[in-house]
């Protein structure tokens, strides 16, 4: 049976909302995975999260050591 064909022969085939209730993941798999489309949004979340997270560190270290002046 082919794309346009009346009868829905398998929810994991055609996508949508029944293709998410296939992947069955425990644990942190559940929020960080590739087959989900809120599993890859939580991935580049935290990715971009990490990466402020590391910016701003060195922001604020950088702030509090004052330069060392030679004389």
Known sequence: MGFFSK??????SHGGPEADAWFHFTGIKKYFNSYTLAG???CVLATYRGI?????????RSKKTPAVKAT
């Open 52 to 60: 402020a997270l590391i910016f701003l560190d060195f922001k604020l």
């Open 7 to 12: 009868h829905k022969t398998n929810s994991r």
């Open 40 to 42: 890859r949004m939580n």
